[in-house]
T-cell receptor, first 117, second 108 residues
């Protein structure tokens, strides 16, 4: 149980295009999902908190108009990188917590590796 | 915000050796998790351990919440244990704050 999937696993795109990344909780529901970014040889940094049915909250320094988040259901959150540039190349990982669980344990997706040419 | 420090940053072991990884955090938390990040980037949940001691095979973890630290023990290490180990903490249902990780290399 407690499986989180992400699609796609990797994507290569041209500068200026937009890329959508999906995060799904496969066997549980989540009102909140988190999006993290990891640059090579670094730790994970929180980008934004995705809230089902309401606007996402973004960490300081993360442009909300560039990283669009939509949490349309209790099992799906999407991150769209708009007008991507090479500096957006990174590893993007989502996480979620089971709404029905007593514990605060979070589960992570396998990540999406974005390369912008 | 909460600060998380992991030590050592790098660790090289011979296969079969034991090791202890440490995680210090600067404030009270209700969530503490240990992860192993595999070469493909997937974070594998090792332990959810905001307090107390747990064991899973060759791995065990202890968190002393009152003293704000957690330890991850790896016994009889294997080459497949290589990778980066992250400690992450959080409050209630909020996001996790990650340490910088310990990179473990186990040599055959």
């Amino acid at each position: 149980g407690a499986v989180v999937s992400q699609h796609p696993s990797w994507v290569i795109c041209k500068s200026g295009t937009s890329v959508k990344i999906e995060c799904r909780s496969l066997d549980f529901q989540a009102t909140t999902m988190f999006w993290y970014r990891q640059f090579p040889k670094q730790s994970l940094m929180l980008m934004a908190t995705s809230n089902e049915g309401s606007k996402a909250t973004y960490e300081q320094g993360v442009e909300k108009d560039k990283f669009l988040i939509n949490h349309a259901s209790l099992t799906l959150s999407t991150l769209t990188v708009t007008s991507a540039h090479p500096e957006d190349s990174s590893f993007y990982i989502c996480s979620a917590r089971d709404l029905a669980a007593k514990l605060n344990e979070q589960f992570f997706g396998p990540g999406t590796r974005l390369t912008v040419l | 915000g909460i600060q998380v420090e992991q030590s050592p940053p790098d660790l090289i072991l011979q296969e079969g050796a034991n090791s202890t990884l440490r995680c210090n955090f600067s404030d009270s938390v209700n969530n503490l998790q240990w992860f192993h990040q595999n070469p493909w980037g997937q974070l594998i949940n090792l332990f959810y351990i905001p307090s107390g001691t747990k064991q899973n095979g060759r791995l065990s973890a202890t968190t002393v919440a009152t003293e704000r630290y957690s330890l991850l023990y790896i016994s009889s290490s294997q080459t497949t244990d290589s990778g980066v180990y992250f400690c992450a903490v959080g409050r209630s249902q909020g996001n996790l704050i990650f340490g910088k990780g310990t990179k473990l290399s186990v040599k055959p």
